[in-house]
T-cell receptor
Framework: EDQVTQSPEALRLQEGESSSLNCSYTVSGLRGLFWYRQDPGKGPEFLFTLYSAGEEKEKERLKATLTKKESFLHITAPKPEDSATYLCAVQAGNNDMRFGAGTRLTVKP | DSGVTQTPKHLITATGQRVTLRCSPRSGDLSVYWYQQSLDQGLQFLIQYYNGEERAKGNILERFSAQQFPDLHSELNLSSLELGDSALYFC?????????????FGEGSRLTVL
């Protein structure tokens, strides 16, 4: 069965303190790996899609990378407004989208 | 604004009752997904429709059912409600094409079962 595991569950950083979030997956026929951001009480908001190992995408202070077994979301010099839950999801051959439990990021000023 | 509309935003009901949640996808999107998000769990995939047909099924209970209508809006029906069904229910849409694509989520329907 397809599985998506995110770590850590929660992460507290000081403003400017860079770190990485991990998403490991086991899926048959990966078609895409996605990162989303979710603010409390809101729907997830799309950040990145990665299709193949070695691929990297960047947006402002965020950079996502992909290997054959895991993806990392690197956050460089985070700001308080980066505080949110970051979700990883995989899309397999049957086209449905499976999400991990998320990493709850808090950035203190 | 994602372009996905969900109604109602909040719903309070009693155990044993039945409710219907409605979702209008983004203009042009053919695929609709339903997810359940509880406090102690992540986003649990329930079911996906593409252009009116069921495409994929996740951990959807037999008490729950869904459909997608010719105008592409979708409804999720929850019956014989239990306390544990209290959750945020999200609808998401995508163009549903052969290439994997990101999902656009609505704001969710918060269901409270008392």
């Amino acid at each position: 069965e397809d599985q998506v595991t995110q770590s850590p569950e929660a992460l507290r950083l000081q403003e400017g303190e860079s770190s990485s979030l991990n998403c490991s997956y086991t899926v048959s026929g990966l078609r895409g790996l996605f990162w989303y951001r979710q603010d409390p009480g809101k729907g997830p908001e799309f950040l990145f899609t990665l299709y193949s190992a070695g691929e990297e995408k960047e947006k402002e202070r965020l950079k996502a990378t992909l290997t054959k077994k895991e993806s990392f979301l690197h956050i460089t010099a985070p700001k308080p407004e980066d505080s949110a839950t970051y979700l990883c999801a995989v899309q397999a051959g049957n086209n449905d989208m499976r999400f991990g439990a998320g990493t709850r990021l808090t950035v203190k000023p | 604004d994602s372009g996905v509309t969900q109604t109602p935003k909040h719903l309070i009901t009693a155990t044993g009752q039945r409710v219907t949640l409605r979702c209008s996808p983004r203009s042009g999107d053919l695929s609709v997904y339903w997810y359940q998000q509880s406090l102690d769990q992540g986003l649990q995939f329930l079911i996906q429709y593409y252009n009116g047909e069921e495409r994929a099924k996740g951990n959807i209970l037999e008490r729950f059912s869904a459909q997608q209508f010719p105008d592409l809006h979708s409804e999720l029906n929850l019956s014989s409600l239990e306390l544990g069904d209290s959750a945020l229910y999200f609808c998401a849409s995508s163009d549903g094409g052969l290439s994997p694509g990101e999902l656009f989520f609505g704001e969710g329907s918060r269901l409270t079962v008392l």
